[in-house]
């Protein structure tokens, strides 16, 4: 392998200088000490490799049973149990239900992430797991991508230092971290077959660093390679990311495996450095396989290599003639669910608190109005392969009932949900004739409803689930066809009526052949809801369009009166309360993986706000969501905003330890919250065409974006209130005691409110005069510190020549560039106090 000639970003908070030399001498130790221990495992690892046959080598690089890879039991080789990840181990049913990685961003808590890694290993050993599949750490690019929340924000240097930690936590436990999906995987709109067309700086700076800082600080010992090409290769294909850049430069010696599906072939894949295909069974196979070994075009030191590394993994883990099953350890620990409720009181953040309204004192509230679709059941994580199933999940209106007692709390649920449900079940049609049941369905052996349909069916009801077992006709494959369903309707009176169209995959609603729900693309579970004003007696001829290019897919649709969501009583119980928590934002059924949600708040939810803010002018609005959503419309007359992204199974009990002053919130934005959904620096060149979507943005992501273009975001990253103040003062900058070319920052924090709180203060650096476009600063280091009221901390940044480097396109190397640079410390991108030139020589 070529010696790695990357250099190592260490800027994090550090020590004093004596300490630093004492360090040095124990680097050195430990660096003897892991090269013995290397040579060990070749050892073994050769051992083993030289008894393998060459069909036993091919039956560990293609996994089986969806989550598993084949052992060989005669040399203790085990079959290898893998879960996902990346928050909470969701394979083997309930388990704890930790709150999506961006929660966990949020903290800026190196040391949470360590727990939370701990955590999440504990509980893959009591199921008996090799492989938990987390973290995830792909970008955020734009805030509608359905698996933001799995990630952890949109800077790379705090996704890769988070990851580091948490990638450690999990490993000490003896169970593999994978980290995903390798790489630039930031939406999910085509994400089978789009290409990210992305210039190499770019992804060095942005995509891959993240990336980067996690394999060489982290040490994890697997990635998954994401389902999306990169500048038209596919991931799991690609030489330059798998092998060039990954197993070469950055020295990675543990194993690559594909994300679910996302091999396409043989021989590319298998040159470029996949190791293992995963589900498995369809391309690595030894019937495709051997004829291209034999030929030659796959050499056996070629598949030597894969077996190689996952033996390295399994004799350096332990696996070897082991047992992963901890029995010592509770399915339902209790230490996993401590983690999953500091971790949401850590991360959630609070974004606005008009006039101090917050905490609400319990001593002083009399009732507190729980109001919205999202109060209840709790909402812990997005949908997807992330989803865990919680033991005894925490909803916000149960956390706040046990804070401050049930008699209390009025609850109006105000959710269009059993509505909708009610409407999907019981909508009433007209006989189309005397011998129809209301609905003719027609069925379509392609994918646009062309020619003539190849199945007509009768139907009662619109509430139709498809899967590879259970495809709408035998020569109907669940994946491939379209469907028309026509019906017609006569609403009973004049009124307003509710129209309900949910569809995994594209769907389109018709009234009198008017469109007027259009979801016409490929996409996960989405749901419309429209309102008609209808007369009584008359005519409607509705059509549901619906096609399906996934195997399992689904359609509902559903009409009747509409009701509405808060009734006079419910009205009167908000008005009279002393506040409002207004709990809106998505579930799993509308943000997850699979597709790219609404930036609009789902159903009528920005209705109801208003309605709500209209009712009672201390309204708290608390949203689910990976990403920043629409709140132009609502944003000013709420009293309170909470960011509380999908918060795990303790999310409610944190929410109102937070609402009533037992926890002083301090999380902080991993993103920029725009304005507008224009002003994102992914805006203009998304989802792209062709299934091709060029990042023009280049290195201008988040807020390096909005620094350059002066466009002021709504909320900035790094940005998130306390119920305490902080004031920063004392830059001093000194240079390192015999590394003349390295520098201590230093700057005080003290906490001059009157409350227990924790603060980031945060490092930023930018280059004065750069030699290629850059953005004016970026984040160099951080540090979350805990201080009582009156006290003062002092915090250290390291500064050295990594620190301020570029991927420099010509050269292809890093650079440092000599000549003026300035520093920032601060509470958030946009609230830096501290500065001062700094000259790099
Ligand atoms: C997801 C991965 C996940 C895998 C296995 C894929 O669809 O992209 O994140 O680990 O499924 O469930």
New binding site residues.
Partial sequence: MRLNRILTVLALAVFSFSAMNCEHEQQETSQTKQREMKASVDQQVDQLLSQLTLDEKLSMISGYK??KVAGVPRLGIPEIKMT???IGTRNDGKSTAYPGDICLAASWDTELAHEFGVSQGRDGRARADHVI??P?MNIYRIPIDG?NS?YMGEDPFLTGTMASHEIQGIQSQGVVS?V??YAA?NQEEH?MTVSANVDERTLREIYLRGFQIAITQGHPWAV?CA?NKINDVYCSANRWLLTDVLKDEWDFPGLVMS???AVHDTLGPANAGLDIE??GQEWFTPAKLKPLIDSGKISMPTIDDKIRRILRVEVSMGFINSDRKDASIPLDDPSSRATALKMAEEGIVLLKNRDGLLPLDTAKVKTVAVVGPNAEPAITGCG???YVDPYNPVSTLAGIQNEIGADRVEYVPASEKSQIDAVIAHSMYEPLDPNTQGIKAEYFANRDLSGSPVLIRQMKKIDQKWGRRRPPAANLPSNDFSARFTAKIRPPTDGTYLFSLSSHEGSRLFINGEQVIDMWSSHGNQQENVHRELKGGKVYDIRVDFFSNWPSCSVQFGWGPALPLIDEQAAEKIAKADAAVLCVGFNPQFES??FDRTYALPQDQEKLIQKVEALNPHTIVVVNCGGNVAMANWIDNAAGLIQAWYPGEEGGRALAEIIFGKVNPSGKLPATFEKKWEDSPGYANYPGKNDEVSYKEGVFVGYRWFDAKGIVPRYPFGFGLSYTSFALSDLKIKHVKGHENELILSANVKNTGDRIGSDVIQFYVGQDQPTLPTPPRKLAGFARVELLPGQKKTVQFHVDASTLAYWHPNTKQWSTDSGGYHVWVGESSRDLPLTAPVEWR
Avoid: F, Q
Wanted: charged letters at 25%; hydrophobic letters at 20%; aromatic letters at 12%.
């Fill in positions: 969806v989550y996902d990840g990346p599949l987390g995830a698996r799995e994978t995903k999906h995987n994400r998954m389902y994300d679910w599906g995963m589900p997807g392969s992330s993986e699979g």
